[in-house]
């Protein structure tokens, strides 16, 4: 006798379709609104992007060398920098864990410096897989203003909490680790308790500078 539709147990569905079907997960949600932001963000960013674009032109066409002079002592400051900051960056072997990146993120025609500091890639070098690595790092921002840089995150507050719904996602992969790799559950139980102390500290840190 052939079975209904409507009879089918998910051991059937599953043999006749190679998906598997699995009960509501509580992360969904906050997977789907991390990725929504990060849509949003990307739209708005490629406006700005653009615009951006238009006004160096023009800023160049109107203003010629002024303009390019400030690029260049904009980007030989921000080298600097970076430089000056690798010298108080943990080490290992001669090499700085601390990473830094010279870019403009909020597409204004002027770059900023980043300094990514992970306090548990520090503590232990080469422990953190790919995986888990980007959900320790803390970002130093440094805008440059009045020809020089400083440190300051009024101009970013709406950078600042997309790494705040970053930090609280991985907050609830150490808590519940769903949909990570074995390695990594597996480095998850061994170091719970360190792992949340940190990214409870990341959110204060966050949370912090969103106030300033």
Request: aromatic share 12%; net charge negative; with cysteine.
């Amino acid at each position: 006798m052939k079975k209904k539709l409507s009879d089918l147990t998910r051991e059937d569905w599953n043999r006749l379709f190679p998906v598997e079907l699995v009960d509501q997960n509580p992360e969904w949600k906050t997977l789907f609104e991390e990725e929504k932001a990060r849509i949003i963000e990307k739209a708005r960013c490629e406006i700005i992007l653009r615009t951006a674009a238009y006004t160096i032109f023009l800023i160049c066409f109107l203003f010629g060398l002024s303009a390019v002079s400030f690029a260049q002592e904009n980007l030989k400051q921000a080298k600097s920098l970076i430089e000056q900051l690798k010298k108080d960056s943990p080490e290992y072997h001669g090499i700085p864990l601390n990473r830094y990146l010279i870019t403009d993120i909020d597409f204004d025609g002027i770059f900023e410096v980043v300094e990514c500091v992970n306090r548990i890639e520090n503590e232990w070098t080469g422990a953190l897989n790919v995986e888990m690595a980007p959900a320790f790092d803390y970002e130093n921002i440094f805008r440059f203003e009045a020809g020089s840089f400083t440190e300051n995150y009024s101009n970013y507050k709406w950078y600042l909490n997309r790494r705040l719904v970053h930090y609280k996602l991985w907050k609830n992969l150490i808590v519940n680790p769903v949909s990570l790799t074995p390695d990594s559950e597996r480095f998850i139980e061994d170091n719970k308790d360190h792992l949340l102390n940190e990214i409870e500290r990341l959110i204060t840190l966050t949370n912090e500078r969103l106030k300033e």
